[in-house]
C-alpha cells in the first residue's frame, strides 16, 4: 500500500487488490482500493478499472465512427508504425 498524508492530517491510501487480463477479450482489469483514514475513522472504496485495447483496423473504425481520421500513426519508437506493431500512438483529426 501507498500511503500520504493530506492536507487536513488524514492519511490517504491506495493499493491494487487484484489484476485481470482477458486476452480474447482484450481487456486488462485491476481492482483499487482507496483508503482514508482520520481520528474519527476510515472510509474505504473499492474500484475495478477496465483498460481495453483494439486493434488498430478497430480503433480506426472507432475514430471514424466518431468523425475523425487519422493524419498519422506512429510505434513506441515514434517513427511510422509498420504493419502489426502494437502500442501504436495516433494522431487524430475531425473529417
Request: net charge positive; no cysteine; proline share 3%.
Amino acid at each position: 500500500m501507498r500511503e500520504t498524508r493530506a492536507a487536513d492530517g488524514a492519511v490517504l491510501g491506495v493499493s491494487v487488490l487484484a489484476q485481470e487480463r482477458d486476452e480474447a477479450a482484450r481487456t486488462h482489469t485491476s481492482v483499487w482500493r482507496y483508503e482514508r483514514r482520520t481520528g474519527a475513522g476510515r472510509t474505504v472504496e473499492d474500484r475495478a478499472w477496465v483498460v481495453h485495447w483494439y486493434t488498430r483496423a478497430g480503433f480506426e473504425e472507432l475514430a471514424g465512427a466518431a468523425g475523425l481520421g487519422a493524419v498519422s500513426v506512429s510505434g513506441p519508437d515514434g517513427g511510422p508504425a509498420g504493419p502489426g506493431e502494437g502500442d501504436l500512438r495516433f494522431r487524430l483529426r475531425a473529417r
